[in-house]
């Protein structure tokens, strides 16, 4: 998986603070102001962004990047509290009256070896829920969107002059589970600390180049739902099927039937998806086993096509 590009870290940073910032006492160019503030900031902020790319930590398992996340923001004068739903981390930064907004990073990794030869590359690995052991990699871009998540607050906390409110920063846990939000709320996210009036969020793309931001109108991310399968059989000796129930075969009818969720039963107008990601049965060449697992990813826009598509499953 190829590592993306630190630049967009500081497009993000500036281009948040300038949006909070915009509408505070007139003054000097906030854009130019934050600029200047930036360019200081971003050796700094590189070096932590490397060694976050080079200690990832699996989903429920972000106790260290929790902890660096809230090492950054304490000395910002940030009320920090950590262990909010697990390994979530909020930090409340108050000044004055005037709207709260709630800016959002995620903290795990992924399951991914990575391959990029980079001198920072990772090369950890960990156990994951299941028991084995996994190379972990940020392969989905959290390290940056930690970073940037840093970085906003620094320029900030530097510019309390400039704006009025309160901000809320938060480390979500366990995204790439779908898990970590729900255990946010669970705790109290909302009740516990300030409800926000809107809530900011980024998400890298390695489409767009360096450096650049995308805006859109509209849902830009999909709703996931994870969906975990056990195809149950009766095993036996691969030279005699005849006396199984066969789970990789019913297992194989399965995953082609899923395909025509999307092709057959969805209006071409809407936007589904199923994947199935893992499918994991058997241990040996000439044994038939008693079953087969398979781990599915679902992605929709809306709550009528995430139900349609959970019930056709």
């Known amino acids: 998986m190829k590592s993306h590009s630190l630049p967009f870290t500081a497009a993000w940073t500036m281009t948040l603070a300038v949006l909070l910032v915009s509408a505070g006492p007139v003054g000097a160019d906030p854009q130019s102001v934050l600029s200047e503030k930036a360019d200081r900031e971003f050796a700094s902020l590189e070096l932590f962004y490397r060694d976050l790319h080079q200690h990832p930590e699996l989903s429920f398992q972000e106790a260290n990047t929790a902890r660096r996340l809230a090492a950054q923001l304490q000395p910002l004068g ?15 930064l108050r000044n004055g009256p005037g709207p709260t907004i709630l800016i ?24 994951n829920e299941l028991g084995a052991a996994v190379d972990v990699m940020h392969a989905c871009g959290h390290d940056i969107h930690i970073t940037s998540l840093v970085g906003t607050a620094r320029l900030l906390a530097q510019l309390k002059d400039r704006w009025s409110g309160t901000l809320v920063f938060i480390g979500q846990p366990a995204e790439e589970r779908g898990a970590g939000a729900r255990a946010m709320l669970a705790d109290g996210l909302f009740t516990r600390f300030p409800k926000p009036d809107y809530c900011l969020a980024l998400h890298v793309n390695a489409e767009l180049p360096a450096g650049t931001l995308g805006i859109v109108e509209g849902p830009v991310l999909a709703n996931v739902d994870s969906v975990d399968v056990m195809i149950r059989g009766v095993g036996g000796h691969g030279a005699w099927p005849h006396k199984t129930r066969d789970p990789i075969v019913l297992a194989a009818h399965i995953i082609v039937a899923l395909q025509t969720i999307v092709s057959r039963e969805t209006d071409p107008l809407d936007s589904a998806v199923v994947t199935v990601g893992s499918i994991h049965g058997g241990n040996k060449h000439n044994v038939i086993p008693d079953e087969v697992k398979l781990q599915l990813t679902v992605r929709s826009f809306s709550d009528e096509m995430r139900e349609k598509t959970v019930a056709s499953i």
């Open 104 to 127: 959002r990073t995620d903290l795990d990794a992924l399951p991914v070896k990575e391959q990029t030869g980079l001198p920072y590359a990772s090369t950890v690995r960990m156990t």
């Open 78 to 92: 940030i009320e920090v509290t950590p262990g909010v739903g697990g390994h979530g981390v909020v930090g409340v």
